[in-house]
């Protein structure tokens, strides 16, 4: 692999776009989110109503689907059939449909080469749960980055806005999502044989870029 290639994979909330927008700042590289691809799918089955559940509908939809970022140096875009959909894929609906359709291996094979595409283009920080294990196996430097439940959920809760938000709902919602995550057959949310383990728990934002650092 000719580019730099910088892989962080994880539970959510542990950390991952805040470090990795942090990491590609400094390395003057793009930042590729690829939880916003798996959240592009489930945006557009809702829009267009599609019953994912059925493998013939579901590989005719994805064979429909044009999803493609736009990346900057600034806030990468999620474009879809040419809107940008960015500001539309971070609702708690479609949180727990992109996990739920993410264990399709017709999602997870429809998305690979977009993002291996991208990594033929330039040097980048891909965060997501199978960068190092399955989308980039020879990536440069591979990060595992974790941290405990409540501390996770914890930090969820507090980007919430809504006055009617529930800790006790968020905590057990990540936790499902953790436990969907890491035990579906496809490409199970779990660290790479050579990736370096963070545990961020206790430690800032910038303390876990600067351990990152000493490995790149
Ligand atoms: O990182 P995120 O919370 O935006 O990801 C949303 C869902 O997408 C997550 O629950 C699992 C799935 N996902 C995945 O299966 N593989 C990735 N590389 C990234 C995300």
Request: hydrophobic fraction near 40%.
């Amino acid at each position: 692999m000719s580019h730099r290639i910088i892989t962080i994979d994880g539970p959510a909330g542990a950390g991952k776009t805040t470090v990795s927008k942090l990491l590609a700042n400094e390395l003057g590289c793009v930042r590729v989110d690829t939880g916003a691809l798996y959240r592009g799918v489930a945006y557009e089955i809702i829009q267009q109503d599609i019953d994912w559940q059925n493998n013939e509908i579901l590989t005719a939809f994805l064979a429909t689907l044009d999803l493609n970022f736009i990346l900057t140096k600034e806030e990468p875009r999620l474009v879809s059939s040419g809107k940008d959909i960015t500001p539309h894929i971070r609702t708690p609906r479609i949180t727990m449909l992109a996990s739920a359709t993410s264990a399709r291996p017709a999602v997870r094979s429809a998305l690979l080469d977009l993002q291996r595409n991208i990594a033929q283009e330039q040097d980048a920080v891909f965060e997501g749960r199978d960068m190092g294990t399955v989308v980039f196996p020879d990536a440069t430097v591979k990060f595992f980055l974790f941290a405990d439940l409540t501390v996770r959920a914890r930090r969820r809760f507090d980007e919430i806005q809504d006055a009617e938000k529930d800790f006790y709902r968020v905590r057990q919602q990540m936790e499902k999502r953790d436990a969907d995550d890491s035990t579906r057959s496809q490409a199970p949310l779990k660290p790479a044989p050579d990736a370096i383990h963070i545990d961020a728990s206790h430690l800032t934002a910038r303390q876990v870029v600067t351990k990152m650092r000493r490995y790149l």
